[in-house]
């Protein structure tokens, strides 16, 4: 190879190197209707906290999940086994490179989703992806709402159907500075997203909800009073569909 050659390839590896697009990761809330599916979308994999709705938005959910996260590995973090929590796991399924449990409530799922036997990921995958934390679980309490899994991951809390009576229990846990932003529990049912929350969140950006005011009554104007007199933004996918935070 003459000099002349070598130098010309260099120059141009530089080049190429220097303006290589880089990806960056990013939050989706996802048009569900009224459910809950949250993405955190990389390179290689997408993380799921919840992944439910109603089945009228299954052809543009599934068009948006293949361009998104399809044929990558997909990590599954599930609060409680309510159907409007996880009902698009099939559609996960279908399309995914590899799918495994990060963290899932003790409930069972539909015989038919439950029988898949989904592996849970290894320690060093949901290291590699970047830990969610449990912020609370409360196993033994009655009902799915009450045993809701609380996540935090990064700056976003998720605290699934979580009531207000136990949102008292785990509110000394959450970094008021950490959380930036909350996916409303229940779909902004008067029953959760307290006052007593809503205070010590008070530095919190912005409030997010999937759900279908005019159908269900969601977010419920009592939640939604509570977010105004704290100053807390709120946005709906009702009003402006997929929510995407970088």
């Known amino acids: 190879m003459s000099y002349p050659t070598y130098i010309f390839i260099v120059c141009f590896l530089k080049i190429n190197i220097a303006v290589a697009p880089v990806y960056k990761n990013y939050f989706i809330v996802r048009n569900v209707g009224q459910g809950q599916w949250t993405t955190y979308v990389t390179y290689d994999s997408c993380l ?99 045993r809701s899994i609380v996540l935090l991951f990064q700056s976003f809390l998720i605290p699934g159907d979580s009531p207000i009576q136990m949102e008292k229990k785990w509110i000394d846990r959450l970094s008021a500075e950490q959380t930036k932003y909350l996916i409303l529990g229940h779909h902004g049912s008067r029953s959760s997203t307290g006052n007593k929350l809503l205070s010590h969140l008070k530095k919190m950006d912005l409030a997010i909800v999937s759900a279908r005011s005019k159908k269900y009554n969601h977010p419920h104007p009592a939640t939604v009073s509570r977010l105004k007199r704290s100053r807390i933004p709120l946005l709906k996918t009702e009003d402006w569909g997929d929510i995407t935070i970088y």
């Open 48 to 146: 799921h906290f919840d992944f439910g709705g109603e089945f009228f938005m299954s052809k543009y959910l599934n068009s948006k999940f293949r361009k998104q996260c399809g044929y990558k590995t997909n990590v599954l973090f599930l609060t409680h086994a309510d159907w409007d929590h996880y009902s698009f796991l099939p559609l996960i399924l279908r399309s995914s490179k590899k799918v495994c449990w990060g963290y899932r409530s003790i409930d069972a799922l539909k015989p038919d989703l439950e029988n898949l036997n989904i592996p849970f990921c290894s320690k060093q995958e949901l290291f590699n992806q970047g830990r969610a934390k449990i912020l609370f679980y409360s196993p033994q309490e009655k009902n799915k709402n009450t």
